[in-house]
């Protein structure tokens, strides 16, 4: 018998994530709004050349300011 998420075409991973999301949406408003905050991630990266490491960037600013630019980009 295979599994649920499984027939349903779905990672594991994804599934443990809809599970979270379904559990934090029905819990009452102040421990709903902890859980959520302890859901939320930040994600670094850093590019290297020459083998050192540049600077750490948060994934989600560099993201914004990306997309901004190719926006700007775009409307000249």
Known sequence: ???A???AGLTYNRYLAV???V???SLKEQ???????RGEMDLRFAKWSNGKQGEN???ANANASAMAEGAGQGQQ
Request: glycine share 0%; net charge positive; aromatic share 10%.
């Open 1 to 3: 018998m295979a599994f």
């Open 5 to 7: 998420w499984k027939a």
């Open 19 to 21: 599970a979270a999301r």
């Open 23 to 25: 559990v934090r949406r």
């Open 31 to 37: 421990p709903r709004l902890q859980a959520e905050r």
């Open 57 to 59: 960037k948060n994934l």
